[in-house]
């Protein structure tokens, strides 16, 4: 209530975080959930359409001497396709992820029939988790379906980056959905039986479980998976293969496989990484990447990518991401016999993988802060190992790589810069060659 005093309102005269804090009483979890929600949609939508007013300009910047006009309006253009759909894709997905919510329970009844069906009780918790763990999977693919085709299909066809055949596309549907369902119930029914039998303190064993599963992922996930929709091959004997393998035995890289994978079939953008723990790592490298880079320019950017490693920021990363894990799951053993938390929701009853599920969408005000701020030590890396490339003489050349990669792959020329801190991992080119060619100078 507010009470008038002197015809003014009494609550007008409290302290602004007061009013706050009585705003939030007020609100049940579900009330706060959607109010969050659509805040997050607006600043997005804010951001979105900054960066959209820069893919408008059609005169190149003076300051971008390394793009021609033409490669200038092709980019713009690219981006401007992106930025547009994404308006409408956004807005979709907001009014779908609300809707959603409102049916929430009825997908969790509907789930619990379907479990009944196939002879199932309705104590079978495990069980009527995995089914609404596909329900909600299958319903996403469907809805995510015409979205995908047309990014796959007219965007991406027409500014020449689409390599992907339908049955290509059909194929990746499928082996998606199995994929879930042979690793997901298994996670999920393990993860819950933890859960269930380890009584307040059930996330450390939760958190060391995942762990261990996210490390074996890693590890058998280029023989096991990605041969599952790419071609893996080792990289022809020649020039580049000799040189790439004296690039990694001088800085002490334990090089055990270079490899090429064919990107080109589903598109024409290009990559290139590594992987594995220990003593056995491989080199992947795209082949678009190949054809869109010279050999040395390769060499620059495998200088780039051994800085990562050198700088251990791959396994300062993975600690980051266990340490997060653990606090979810921590937090989530506080709140998981909330009872008005599921009531708010629409749940009578308490489902773990429900309280979990609610747990990360209340959670998620967090993880945005959490998001932001692993862009800005994201970018700090990548500018440490710009100076690593830099070091083993590579400046000129990783210039010229990332300048042509951004040509290759229409990559935004004038990024606004609330935009690109709040969604980029990777600091916008001018930035970076700046600070190489500043490294560049205080190395000679």
């Not at 007061?18 to 959930?33: A, G, Q, R, S």
């Not at 080109?264 to 590594?274: E, P, Q, T």
Request: net charge neutral; glycine share 4%.
């Amino acid at each position: 209530y507010q009470r008038r005093v002197h015809g003014e309102s009494q609550l007008g005269l409290l302290p602004s975080n007061l009013h706050l804090k009585l705003f939030l009483f007020i609100m049940n979890w579900f009330e706060f959930y959607v109010v969050f929600s659509f805040a997050v949609y607006v600043f997005e939508t804010y951001l979105s359409y900054r960066q959209h007013q820069k893919f408008k300009v059609s005169k190149r910047p003076v300051e971008l001497i390394h793009v021609s006009d033409e490669d200038f309006a092709k980019a713009q253009a690219y981006g401007m396709d992106k930025s547009s759909f994404a308006f409408f894709t956004g807005f979709c997905g907001m009014i779908k992820s609300l809707i959603t919510l409102f049916y929430f329970p009825v997908l969790w009844s509907l789930s619990a029939q379907l479990a009944v069906h196939f002879g199932f009780s309705l104590d079978h918790e495990k069980t009527i988790s995995c089914v609404f763990m596909l329900v909600t999977q299958v319903v996403d693919t469907i809805y995510d379906l015409p979205f995908s085709i047309y990014s796959t299909f007219v965007i991406e066809e027409r500014h020449g980056f689409n390599r992907t055949t339908a049955a290509t596309f059909v194929s990746d549907l499928f082996k998606v959905l199995v994929l879930y369902i042979v690793i997901g119930f298994p996670i999920l029914s393990f993860v819950l039986y933890i859960i269930q039998a380890s009584g307040p303190h059930f996330y450390v064993y939760v958190w060391a479980f995942m762990v261990v599963f996210q490390i074996i992922a890693i590890i058998v996930y280029p023989s096991l998976i990605q041969p599952c929709f790419d071609k893996v091959t080792p990289l022809e004997e020649g020039e580049l293969k000799t040189k790439i393998e004296e690039l990694a035995a001088s800085l002490k890289f334990p090089l055990s496989g270079l490899y090429t994978i064919d990107g080109s079939k589903r598109s024409a953008h290009s990559n290139a990484y590594f992987y594995g723990f220990f003593k056995s790592k491989r080199i992947v490298l795209f082949d678009t990447l190949l054809k869109q880079v010279s050999d040395a320019e390769i060499l620059a950017v495998l200088g780039h990518e051994l800085g990562h490693w050198k700088m251990s920021h791959t396994i300062k990363m993975i600690a980051i991401r266990f340490t997060h894990l653990f606090v979810i799951f921590y937090l989530f053993g506080q709140m998981i016999n909330n009872e008005a938390m599921y009531h708010d929701f629409g749940f009578d009853d308490k489902p773990v993988f429900i309280g979990l599920t609610i747990f990360m969408l209340l959670f998620s005000p967090v993880e945005h802060v959490l998001g932001f701020l692993m862009n800005v030590y994201s970018r700090h890396c990548e500018f440490e190992a710009d100076r690593f490339a830099v070091k083993l003489g590579y400046a000129e050349k990783l210039e010229s790589a990332l300048i042509a990669l951004q040509k290759e792959n229409k990559g935004t020329v004038i990024p606004d810069n609330l935009y690109s801190a709040y969604h980029h991992t990777h600091p916008p080119l001018l930035q970076r060659l700046d600070a190489m060619r500043k490294a560049a100078a205080k190395t000679h």
